[in-house]
């Protein structure tokens, strides 16, 4: 049996639309989500915040809160355990605060009571004595060396004189020598930009219920991307052996990277513990907008050299990101990505970021990518205008492709960049004509994709059916995705298969569903279930035949004979097998677990049409075409669909998302009325164009397609705004005042 | 917190002056159930007035029609003899929230929360609209001009409700029109609004104006100047440019998370003028 | 908070509950009912996630009191299929994989037979202001869009 050394391009049922297995449950309202659970005897938990953005918390008295009646448990920071690593400490003190609350909506204690009512009514009791501290939201101030200190000793250590200890974390990525490029081209554009901070915005609030026993045997139903990220930040938090908690995702109501952490859940366990029974607790929109993970908010400066011709001599960029009141990496990501799209002899990118006032930052499809690609691409757009030079042709001239050193370190091998903007290019979109006060903008978007932990296990049932177990929490459809590589591989129906998320007892650890990973990685591992499954049934027949296992091969869902000593048998289907297995040794399984790696980088391109009103500043968008690179798309409407929805959070981003905060630190729109997500009304069709470069690293050629549909909205509409209305904008999101403002001050 | 759904209006003005802790009427509740889960307010007494009698109705009146207080946005949009009648001022109504939020909103809620960025109110002040308010006295009647007093304050007292709003008759070659800027096309509140109510000379010139900006001061704002701007002439350059200056200088907004005091002037001139034009075609004028 | 009686129909069938003055319709599907098919993206009428029809209208259930439900008709997604046999729009949200992760589409199926039983043939500009009331953050609303439309034309033509 030899196995790739060619991606597998020629498939039955991998490529076909098939209808999803969770779909009957989803049209009728019978999929348990979060907070659809409920348990005998459960209690209702509510979580107190903080209306200060930054205070001490001089004291906490619960006294009046315990003695309501009703009420079954109090907790507060002091409840969780003290010894664990940095980044766990984080995630706890992030749940209930510590000796200081950080954030307008930091969780400072928590009730369990007999319902809801009794258990806010119990949060108004509960007596917190604040001593309320100076506060910095806005990431350039809290990098000044006179901002408030959000939290001490977490600088980094190379931060140098001048700055502010919120300067937490740094890097810097690039080659060759940028002065050089600047010094030989024709024109060279130095610009700054800033974008908001913008949530995840899922649909469904987080929710968990959670019940521990006397035994300190721990049950805990949540939504949640990843299970097992979640039992083991629990487990620490409460300071449990993670074999005693076991987690059980729902179905999941959106994450978009959001639900990779706990928030809820370890308060959940730590009031289940106290009271001795069930406890769920459900946030409310606004605690998910408070407390929940935003994106960073962004700072960051673009240097671009461009010849006549049009190519480009040297980039640099500087990012000053705030991932909020606690330390983050993101943008490690931000500056590894900015000029992932070209080949460049000269490039430069430095990281900073800072801690701020603002809730702790969660993941966001492509983490730290949009920013960052967002001004890179306004520059490259501004250097295309003012050198009369066509910004397609631009993109081409310098795109990276199979064989260019990447702007962070490695070398690509074979990549969709090239094809994605030859398809843009004879694509109609790009030749359409554009009316007075309409613009055309292009971006193109980049993400690295994920591999990571997995593990699945595949059995084949008596009946000529195969269960398949994995770990990962279906988000978009990729049970369906699963399941029809797992028929690829068999060779039997795609209704044969039923792929099933298991809770963390039942499986080896799998990471969260992020970074793209799932149906390359999961699919990675499923093919490899499938490979060890069908090994299995090829011995079984050996033994029935009489004859060598290597003189059985595996062809259309049936063994044969193969080879010269085999003897001739008519072929054994997988049903026959299945249904002797009982004596010819026992059930069959398969299953595999890997780090998996290969995952193959990911690019796309944006091509957007607006309209602005000059006299109001309001955008329309009329017209969207996304075109990306999926390698191979498994099931094609769940790969147009992460493009499509991918590219509509992003023209949300680009005009209209943000975090409003006002002087003290307070969150000024934590609801859907003044956060305001895209709504159907405001989007013309989002066209998606697949193209297949297939992945050398997985056997179907398979990438990951969730993240990359997110980064170029803001720049594609960025470049489309500015060119409609004939001035620059350099801050997202581009809401009608800001445009309005930019448009009168051009007079 | 206790319920009641009282039958009569006479019944409900009962409920709400015996009552000594604070009190809701219940219209379609699309501001009150807001407020509740907020725990912005916590009433001892709620007072649903969606079965009173006759306060679901829509009725023809004197050449006008008089819309009891719980018809909903749906109901009014409906109806078509009154959509032809004042197409601004259901226009209004109806871009308050959603689908579902007009299934319930009413114009007399909107009226009666007291919001300054009130949909339904600029178009009804346009209209020279009246409200007939229960008391414990009887029946009075108020132009709807006079009863928003402040941001959440109204002239409706706490043991008044309102029953019915009144649409009068109106002249022929007259026309309405409501614009409002939102930064999305739904499910936003006013940034800043404008109606404009007018009605027509034989000749094609403007005989009367009323021109109501909402969203830029404490409470709707009527534009005289902006009226005198307009009447006597047809919507021209000039005359419109007239009356955006008008309208912007008459703005006295807030900065607040929606939009600027800069934003909200410039654009409630721009929708005053945009508006003009549409009651001008609707009263049936051509430039 | 002293619990009221109320009597009602739901999805077709009398029903009879209590609850608090102050709880919402929606708590009393989801919480009384057992119908957690209504679910609560923000309580505050932004989202249409809880989208039931009361009397015939479409509605936020999380902006309608539960004593407000006597004697008055209530149609929740759970009645959307009849038997065993999927609606129309049901199925055809299966066949243009108009959701991903599902949590919006319950709501989203409400407003859309609301609409449809109206306007049996939208434009796909009206089939988007009516649904403007109902965020989804997954689709960007493409295939939701075109499931509904390759609905109401079957259904045009059954
Ligand atoms: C998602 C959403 C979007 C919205 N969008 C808009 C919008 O675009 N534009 C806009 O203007 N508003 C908007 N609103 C606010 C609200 O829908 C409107 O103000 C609506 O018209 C209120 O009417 P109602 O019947 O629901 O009022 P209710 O909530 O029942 O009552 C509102 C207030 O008026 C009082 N009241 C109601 N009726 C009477 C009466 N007859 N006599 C005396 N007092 C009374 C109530 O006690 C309460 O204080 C929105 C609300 C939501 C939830
Ligand atoms: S939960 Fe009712 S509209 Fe969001
Ligand atoms: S499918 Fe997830 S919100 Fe619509």
Same mark, same amino acid.
């Given at each position: 049996?030899?196995?790739?050394? %060619? ?165 810097? /990525? ?10 030989? *081209? ?31 045997? *721990? ?79 962004? +700072? ?10 049009g190519?480009i ?28 799209a070209y ?34 691409e306004?520059?490259v757009d501004?250097?295309c ?5 066509d910004p397609l042709e631009v993109r081409l001239l310098n795109a990276a ?16 960049l090239e094809?994605t903007l030859?398809?843009a290019k ?16 292009l971006s193109c978007?980049?993400?690295?994709? /994920? ?9 084949? !049932? ?42 963390? +007892?039942?499986?080896?650890? !799998? ?8 149906? /390359? ?84 391109v ?20 996304? /075109? ?78 969730? %993240? ?22 350099? *801050? ?16 | ?59 023809? #009146? ?78 009075? #009647? ?43 096309? #739904? ?74 005091? #800069? ?25 | ?17 209590? $609850? ?26 932004? &989202? ?11 509605? &936020? ?13 209530? =149609? ?15 199925? =055809? ?7 991903? $992760? ?33 965020? $989804?953050? $997954? ?20």
């Amino acid at each position: 049996m030899a196995f790739d050394t %060619e991606p597998k391009r020629d498939f039955k049922v991998v490529g076909r639309r098939v209808a999803r297995p969770d779909g009957i449950d989803k049209v009728t309202g019978r999929a348990l989500y979060g907070a659809d659970m409920s348990a005998p005897g459960m209690l209702m938990g509510a979580i107190l915040r903080s209306p200060h953005a930054h205070a001490e918390i001089v004291s906490i008295d619960v006294t009046a809160a315990v003695a309501l009646d009703g009420v079954k448990a109090v907790v507060t920071g002091a409840d969780f355990a003290d010894a664990m690593d940095a980044a766990t400490a984080d995630v706890r003190d992030n749940c209930l605060a510590r000796g200081k609350v950080l954030y307008d909506g930091h969780a400072v204690a928590a009730v369990a009571a007999a319902s809801g009512a009794i258990a806010r009514a119990a949060l108004d009791l509960i007596k917190v004595e604040y001593r309320v501290l100076p506060s910095v939201t806005d990431v350039d101030l809290a990098m000044r060396a006179d901002a408030p200190v959000v939290q001490a000793g977490r600088a980094v250590e190379v931060v140098p004189v001048g700055l502010s200890e919120n300067v937490t974390d740094h890097c810097e /990525f690039g080659h060759g020598d940028p002065e050089a490029g600047f010094a030989a *081209a024709d024109l060279v554009i130095d610009r700054s930009f800033t974008t908001a901070a913008t949530h995840q915005g899922y649909i469904e609030p987080h929710a968990c219920l959670a019940s521990m026993g006397p035994d300190g045997k *721990a049950d805990l139903w949540c939504t949640t991307q990843g299970q097992w990220a979640v039992r083991t930040a629990c487990s620490a938090i409460l300071g449990m052996r993670a074999s005693q908690l076991r987690v059980t995702a729902s179905e999941i109501g959106g994450g978009f990277g959001g639900k990779t952490t706990v928030f809820i859940e370890p308060v959940a366990l730590a009031l289940s513990r106290k009271a001795g029974r069930p406890v769920k607790i459900v946030m409310s929109r606004t605690e998910v907008f408070r407390a929940t993970g935003p994106t960073v908010a962004s +700072s960051i400066d673009v240097k671009i050299g461009m010849t006549k011709e049009g190519r480009i001599t040297a980039g640099t960029a500087t990012l000053r990101y705030t991932g909020g009141a606690f330390p983050c990496g993101t943008v490690a990501m931000g500056a590894q990505a900015a000029f992932a799209a070209y080949d460049l002899a000269a490039v430069r990118t430095f990281g900073w970021n800072a801690l701020t006032n603002r809730p702790k930052e969660a993941a966001y499809r492509a983490p730290g990518a949009p920013q960052a690609i967002y001004a890179v691409e306004s520059v490259v757009d501004e250097l295309c205008q003012k050198l009369a030079l066509d910004p397609l042709e631009v993109r081409l001239l310098n795109a990276a492709r199979e064989g260019t050193r990447s702007s962070y370190g490695p070398t690509f091998e074979a990549i969709g960049l090239e094809a994605t903007l030859e398809a843009a290019k004879a694509h109609p979109h790009y030749a359409a004509p554009l009316a007075a006060g309409q613009g055309r903008g292009l971006s193109c978007g980049f993400w690295f994709n /994920f591999g990571g932990n997995t593990s699945v296990s595949l059995t084949i !049932n008596t009946d000529g059916t195969v269960g398949i177990t994995e770990g990962n929490p279906d988000i978009g459809g990729s049970r369906a995705a699963i399941s029809q590589m797992a028929a690829e591989e068999l060779g039997i129906p795609y209704e044969q298969v039923r792929t099933v998320i298991a809770d963390t +007892s039942s499986l080896g650890h !799998n990471d969260v569903t992020d970074g793209s990973r799932v149906t /390359f990685a999961v699919g990675l591992a499923v093919i490899k279930a499938a490979r060890d499954a069908i090994a299995k049934m090829c011995a079984r027949v050996a033994r029935i035949w009489g004859i060598d296992p290597e003189a059985v091969e595996w062809v259309d869902g049936a063994a044969r004979p193969t080879g010269p000593n085999a003897g001739t048998f008519p072929p054994m289907t997988l049903a026959e097998i299945a249904a002797l297995s009982f004596k010819t040794g026992g059930p069959i399984a398969g299953h595999h677990e890997s780090n998996a790696d290969g995952a193959g980088v990911s690019f796309g391109v944006h091509l957007v049409d607006v309209e602005v009103d000059r006299e109001t500043g309001a955008t329309k968008v009329l017209r969207y075409t996304v /075109f990306q690179d999926a390698g191979k798309a498994v099931q094609p409407d769940y790969v147009e669909g992460q493009m499509q929805g991918g590219a509509v959070q992003g023209i949300g981003w680009a005009l209209n998302e943000e975090y409003i905060h006002d002087a003290e630190g307070h969150l000024l729109n934590p609801g859907f009325l003044d956060y305001r997500v895209p709504v159907a009304s405001d989007l013309p069709p989002i066209e998606a164009v697949i193209l297949e470069i297939p992945n050398p690293g997985h056997p179907y050629g398979v990438r990951g397609v969730g %993240e990359t549909p997110i980064v170029p909205p803001l720049a594609a509409i960025a470049n489309a705004v500015s060119r409609a209305a004939g001035v620059r904008l350099t *801050a997202l999101p581009m809401s009608p005042p800001r445009v309005l403002k930019a448009l009168t001050a051009q007079g | 917190m206790r319920y009641a759904r009282p039958e009569t209006a006479t019944e409900a003005v009962g409920l709400l002056a015996n009552e000594a802790g604070v009190t809701r009427v219940l219209a379609g509740g699309t501001d009150v159930l807001v407020q509740l889960r907020a725990g912005s307010v916590t009433p001892d007494l709620i007072v649903d007035i969606k079965r009173i009698a006759g306060l679901r109705a829509i009725t023809p #009146e004197a050449g006008g029609f008089r819309i009891g207080a719980a018809v909903s946005g749906a109901e009014l949009g409906e109806h078509a003899a009154l959509c032809a009648l004042w197409p601004g001022v259901v226009e209004g109504c109806n871009l308050i929230g959603s689908t579902q939020v007009q299934g319930r909103a009413t114009m007399a809620g909107n009226l009666c929360n007291g919001s300054p960025a009130a949909d339904a109110v600029p178009g009804l002040v346009a209209a020279e609209a009246t409200a007939r308010i229960e008391g414990p006295t009887g029946p009075r #009647e108020c132009a709807v001009a006079d009863i928003p007093t402040g941001p959440g304050k109204t002239a409706v007292q706490r043991d008044e409700i309102v029953t019915s709003i009144f649409l009068p008759a109106r002249p022929a070659r007259s026309g309405d029109a409501y614009l409002r800027f939102i930064p999305r096309t #739904e499910m936003d509140i006013a940034v800043a609004s404008a109606a404009v109510n007018l009605t027509l000379a034989t000749d094609g010139t403007i005989a009367a104006a009323r021109v109501v900006l909402g969203a830029v001061a404490p409470t709707v704002v009527l534009v005289t100047e902006a009226a005198t701007a307009l009447i006597g002439n047809r919507p021209d350059a000039a005359t419109l440019a007239t009356l955006q200056a008008a309208c912007s200088a008459a703005c006295n907004p807030i900065d607040d998370k929606r939009g600027t005091a #800069e934003f909200r002037t410039q654009v409630a001139g721009v929708l005053a003028k945009r508006a003009t034009l549409i009651a001008y075609a609707r009263a049936g004028g051509s430039l | 908070m002293k619990t009221v009686p109320v009597s009602t129909t739901i999805n077709g069938d009398a029903a009879e509950f209590i $609850c608090a003055p102050d709880e919402t319709l929606l708590d009393v599907l989801r919480n009384r009912m057992g119908l957690t098919g209504a679910k609560e993206g923000c309580g505050t009428g932004d &989202c249409g996630a809880c989208s039931v029809t009361l009397d015939g209208r479409l509605v &936020c259930s999380c902006l309608v009191l539960g004593v407000e439900a006597e004697g008055a008709e209530i =149609a929740t997604i759970e009645g959307l299929a009849t038997g065993d046999g999927l609606h129309p729009l049901q199925q =055809a949200f299966i066949d243009h994989a108009a959701l991903q $992760c599902g949590i919006c589409t319950p709501g989203i199926l409400v407003a859309a037979k609301a609409l449809l039983d109206k306007n049996p043939d939208p434009s796909e500009t009206e089939l988007r202001y009516w649904l403007a009331g109902n965020l $989804c953050r $997954c689709t960007g609303y493409d295939k939701i869009i075109r499931a509904v439309q390759a609905a109401a034309r079957q259904m045009r033509s059954a």
